[in-house]
């Protein structure tokens, strides 16, 4: 991901640096375990556990001669270690993919961590800002069209449920990445002890790989991928309601616009959405990031690396995208200017239309059937819409031409815009709830 939409702490469990600090811990800690089983020299470790990381850039220039990774890193690691000679213990019985996958894992638990960390503000901003527009009636739009009332705060808190579902499949998905794999070339354990692998993953705070071959089968790294796509949809769907919201026909909501910000370089005039959309755009970008990960399930026999070369970008790409997602959609939730009183301008814009459902069912309950009650209903409304005369009044004209009573009481009680949110508490008890 590129530095604009990287935040510093993600940005460094993806940096070389980590990568590399964490390939050395991985492979002290298999030192440590033949160590303690006596396989390698009990001094050998020391010396390595004491040796700097070796810089990317130092890796870079091996590796341009070597073209393996690896083998480029073990040689700059042993270069920086005293005695050198210690470091032939380094990577004893392993294969490339036990550093590599058993690193990921530590790499994606970070990032985890710190996503769910920014999952569980964003879902505590929507339940706050649910809860502070239970009451705050606007007209619900299904098509894009008035439909029926409802209240601001039922909108955001099907946001805030939808956020803290994909949050808590991220939570499961940590399990899913969380695997040390020190088993060998092809995962046989032919050079090394099963004890390794189960003492790297304590220690590591992973669970040990329960089968791998070269490498842990990528069905677990691509639910981790799928979560995250999740959680970035979500964001768009929160974006998406404040683009619409922000509209100048519109003009529910609207962006935080600060002092001194601009929205256009010719028309000064303008307050665009510019955060919403682009949380819209970098969702995109890591829903694109699933199926390339997805594909990296079926590999050849025990292994390729066509998975390599799509993860060194989809994984990090996700993860900042994500973080940078959830970051900037916690600020848009924090600043939303909500104009409650436009909220109900807008409900009442189409003259009474809003009711036509409760008319339907009024008229049912006088005997007629529902063919008929619907014909009556929908003539009126029609011609509110063509002429804009007010609703009741065309409802009066066409149930008069088929001599049907109109019951004025009841029609101000359907048309009381409370009355269809009366049943929402239970809802907004569960939002309360939620954390």
Same mark, same amino acid.
């Given at each position: 991901m590129i530095g604009r939409y990287t935040l510093p702490d993600m940005g460094r469990v993806w940096s070389e640096a980590n990568k590399y600090e964490l390939w050395c811990r991985v492979e002290v800690l298999v030192m440590e375990a033949h160590a303690a089983a006596g396989r390698i020299p009990a001094d050998s470790v020391d010396p390595v556990r004491a040796a700097p990381a070796p810089t990317p850039e130092a890796v870079a220039?091996?590796?341009?001669?070597? +073209?393996?990774?690896?083998?480029?890193?073990?040689? !700059?690691?042993?270069? %920086?270690?005293?005695? @050198?000679?210690?470091? /032939?213990?380094?990577?004893? #019985?392993?294969?490339?993919?036990? &550093?590599? $996958?058993?690193? &990921?894992?530590c790499q994606l638990v970070e990032a985890t961590d710190l996503l769910l960390a920014r999952a569980d503000r964003l879902v505590a901003a929507l339940r706050d800002l649910g809860l502070a527009h239970r009451a705050t009636l606007r007209v619900g739009r299904t098509h894009g069209i008035h439909g029926e009332p409802t209240v601001f705060g039922h909108r955001v808190a099907d946001l805030a449920f939808g956020m803290a579902r994909c949050r808590d499949r991220l939570r499961a998905a940590r399990a899913d990445v969380g695997v040390a794999?020190?088993?060998?070339?092809?995962?046989?354990?032919?050079? =090394? $002890?099963?004890?390794?692998?189960?003492?790297?993953?304590? %220690?590591l705070g992973l669970t040990a790989a329960p089968v791998a071959t070269q490498v842990v089968l990528r069905d677990g790294i691509a639910s981790w991928v799928a979560a995250l796509a999740g959680l970035a949809t979500v964001c768009e769907a929160i974006a998406l309601e404040v683009r619409h919201g922000q509209r100048t026909e519109v003009r529910e909501l609207s962006e935080p616009f600060g002092s001194g910000q601009k929205g256009s370089s010719a028309m000064p005039h303008k307050k665009n959405p510019i955060m919403s959309e682009r949380i819209a755009g970098l969702a995109r970008i890591v %829903? !694109? +990031?699933?199926?390339?990960? &997805?594909?990296?399930? /079926?590999?050849?026999?025990? @292994?390729? =690396?066509?998975?390599?070369?799509?993860?060194? =970008?989809?994984?990090?790409?996700?993860?900042?995208?994500?973080?940078?997602?959830?970051? &900037?959609?916690? %600020?848009?939730?924090?600043?939303?200017?909500?104009? #409650?009183?436009?909220?109900?301008?807008?409900?009442?814009?189409?003259?009474?239309l809003v009711y036509t459902s409760a008319v339907l069912l009024e008229l049912v309950e006088t005997g007629l059937s529902r063919e008929d009650a619907y014909a009556v209903t929908q003539a009126a409304a029609m011609e509110t819409w063509q002429t804009g005369v007010p609703f009741r009044e065309t409802l009066r004209k066409h149930a008069g031409d088929r001599g049907l009573p109109v019951d004025e009481p009841r029609l101000d009680e359907v048309s009381r815009p409370e009355r269809y949110v009366e049943r929402l508490a239970p809802v907004f008890d569960r939002l309360a709830a939620l954390s």
């Open positions: 220039e091996i590796e341009a001669v070597t +073209q393996h990774d690896v083998i480029a890193f073990l040689t !700059a690691w042993a270069d %920086r270690t005293e005695p @050198r000679s210690a470091a /032939a213990y380094v990577h004893f #019985g392993m294969t490339s993919s036990d &550093l590599l $996958d058993t690193a &990921l894992a794999k020190i088993s060998g070339a092809v995962g046989t354990y032919s050079n =090394i $002890d099963t004890d390794v692998e189960s003492y790297v993953a304590d %220690r %829903r !694109a +990031q699933y199926v390339p990960v &997805l594909e990296g399930v /079926a590999l050849w026999h025990e @292994r390729d =690396i066509s998975h390599s070369s799509t993860e060194r =970008i989809a994984l990090p790409d996700a993860a900042c995208g994500v973080d940078y997602l959830l970051h &900037l959609t916690t %600020r848009l939730v924090d600043g939303l200017v909500v104009d #409650g009183a436009r909220m109900r301008a807008n409900l009442d814009a189409t003259g009474g």
